[in-house]
């Protein structure tokens, strides 16, 4: 009986987990970033997107934005930028990302083909809403140092 009661529980606990995200990290995914096989643009700007209206299924859905805004270079977010991104979005069981609907963006577009692609994954790793001052900066100090922690050495 405590044997059927233990195996019991054990599937109820697994069918009632929630997602589990570590919180988005501008500098941990500059470091992703940087270490992946795909070169990759830093973006800040608005952005706009069609509604991804619908996306509830574990499989990538991508839509075509625009991207209007500036990119990061040694000097701080100078390089202006007007194109077309598109929006990867993922879901992780029917945790699904999504866009804002509006207002500054940071984004991180792997360069992969002719269009840039951010990835809009369920728990936000490669596009932050409304981004500060103090980010930004920092990661104008990451470019010209090559790398960024998110959590400095002391």
């Known amino acids: 009986m405590k044997t059927l009661l233990t195996i019991a529980a054990l599937l109820t606990a697994s069918q009632a987990q929630a997602l589990s995200c570590m919180r988005p990290d501008a500098a941990t995914s500059f470091d992703q970033a940087s270490a992946s096989e795909f070169p990759y643009l830093v973006?800040?700007?608005?952005?706009?997107?069609?509604p991804a209206s619908g996306t509830t299924e574990s499989k990538p859905v991508s839509l075509l934005g625009t991207l209007t805004g500036q990119?990061?270079?040694a000097d701080g977010f100078t390089a202006p930028f007007d194109g077309n991104v598109v929006l990867k979005v993922t879901c992780a069981g029917p945790w699904c990302g999504s866009a804002p609907a509006s207002g500054?963006?940071?984004?991180?577009?792997?360069?992969?083909?002719?269009?840039?692609v951010i990835e809009l994954d369920a728990c936000g790793s490669w596009?932050?809403?409304?981004?500060?001052?103090?980010?930004l900066d920092r990661l104008t100090t990451c470019m010209q140092n090559g790398a960024c922690s998110a959590h400095p050495v002391q």
Do not use: K
């Open 127 to 135: 596009l932050f809403p409304a981004p500060d001052q103090a980010t």
């Open 71 to 73: 990119g990061l270079t």
């Open 104 to 116: 500054p963006i940071l984004a991180f577009a792997r360069i992969d083909g002719e269009t840039p």
């Open 43 to 50: 973006l800040t700007g608005t952005l706009t997107a069609p």
